[in-house]
């Protein structure tokens, strides 16, 4: 009985320890921690192919120059893809019944990133600023500021533009016109130290191998997404992975698949087998711009258009694109570049590539196979030698042989301007350049009309404004204008036209018919349009626009 007590007993006592223990644990049991969702990146890193030169928006010319100002300085309108024109600093324009004078409104409480307000003092400095480098050597936006006259301060908020002549595309014109801050400018070197209204501003000297952009806190508009953008240069050159295939790779390539970078520029080997991991995307961006051979039509053989139609069949576009270093390559039928020109139909290459029938033309000229052509004019730029050389070639392929000349090399800019003089003057035969036309096939003019040979053309001076009669008083460009020296009645009677029209509807029914006779005529012969490939983030979104440089980052954005 009193074994039975006991096991009782202890039983009980077991029981309430148990008992207490799961109490003890209930009570000191922690509540799960909270889950943290991803914070959405902010920074965008973007690969750079050259250093930083010069970040003066008049000045700028490299693509890293010209892509980094674009995201510092804004200018009064912004051409869209589809050629819409959207007010930017300025809100409208009007212009006068004789189509010389434009009033354009500007948009009240905006502020450079110094803190001052924009006005029209700005856009006055701005513009004469940049429309004094007409003329230099070195200034390949000439095309632009053709039409210009003066401009005025009206009060704090207006100005007035006045033009030699009715010019319906000067409003697209200044859409290319960065506006910088007047006093800013006076006190320091924009090369160095920008100041923009833009969404971005450069808050430092650039340090080592980067360039960085700060988001604008105060910007006018929608503060943007990306605060902080680095471009990454990275040297040309391959390299290898250490993995068993051992495929080669740029430094730039192997930063972008280790995440260091968000956008880089690809050639078609790496693109595909990048795209192919499901990690990134690509896209196609052109440049407004086309290279072309002039050919001088008042000296032999190429004042005879059979030589003109010969090269024209002979011309093998991709065989030329092999020969130059750029990453992507479109073929060109049109002076001027399709996608960034009003009136510019279909792309159609009417010259077939006809060996046979270059042949024939040639001989029906009277430049049997093995005939003599005269040298082909050279600038000596890596791309420029590598397409003449091409050139050459190709004349080979046809019996024609001629040499190469190329012009002074003492410095960059001393063979520009010895080249540009040259041709300007047709002290040459055939060579090859590169265009930058205007939104608009009006903008070509300047390669076209007779007026526009440089030894017939008027010079004009900003002291006197033209008639109105724009067939008649023209500026003389060095570097632009009728290089070709070609001169047909037709084609002025028909530019001189259309330079009346304002509308652009209007104005592209005498397109069809000038293009006709500017291709019968094989006055130039459009070889390619430069473009890159690039590669980017599947997690970025994007808005590239057609020209690389173009691009605003301040409309990209991570996914959430």
Known sequence: MKKLAFVCYTLTIILFVASCSVVDIT???????PTIAPKRRTDLNIVASEPLVNLDPHYATTELDREVVNQIYETLFLV???????????????????????????RKGVFFHDGNEFTADDVVFSIERFASRLGEPDFYLDHLVESFHSIEKIDTYTVKITTRYPDPLLISSISNFYIVHEKHAANTRLSESPCGTGAYFFPEQRVGETVVLKANANYWQEAPSIETITWRIYPSGYTYSTTEIRRPRTLAQIAFEDGELDIITSNAQTMY????????????????????????????????????QALYHALSRAYIASAISLHTIIPSYSLAHPTFTHGIPDEENLYTYDIAKAKALLFEAGYPEGSSFPPILCMGDHIYESMAVALQNILKGIGMNAELEFVSRESRADVVASYLDRVSQGNYAVTIYLMIPKPDILGV????HTQMIDNQAKIQTRDTVSDTSYGSTFTNITGLGNLARYSNPEVDELIDKASHIMDINARMQLYPELIKILYRDAVYIPILHPGVTLLYDKNLNVNFRTNSFSNLYREFSWKE
């Open 27 to 33: 009570i000191q049991s922690s509540p799960p921690a």
């Open 80 to 106: 869209e893809e589809d050629y819409r024109l959207t007010p930017l600093l300025a809100e409208r324009y009007e212009v006068s019944e004789d189509n010389l004078n434009y009033i354009i409104y500007l």
């Open 273 to 308: 087998e990048l795209l192919s991991m499901g990690k990134w995307e690509s896209t196609v961006l052109t440049y407004d711009s086309t290279y072309y051979i002039i050919m001088n039509h008042e000296v032999p053989p190429f004042d005879d258009i059979r030589v003109r």
């Open 445 to 448: 003019h300047t390669f076209y």
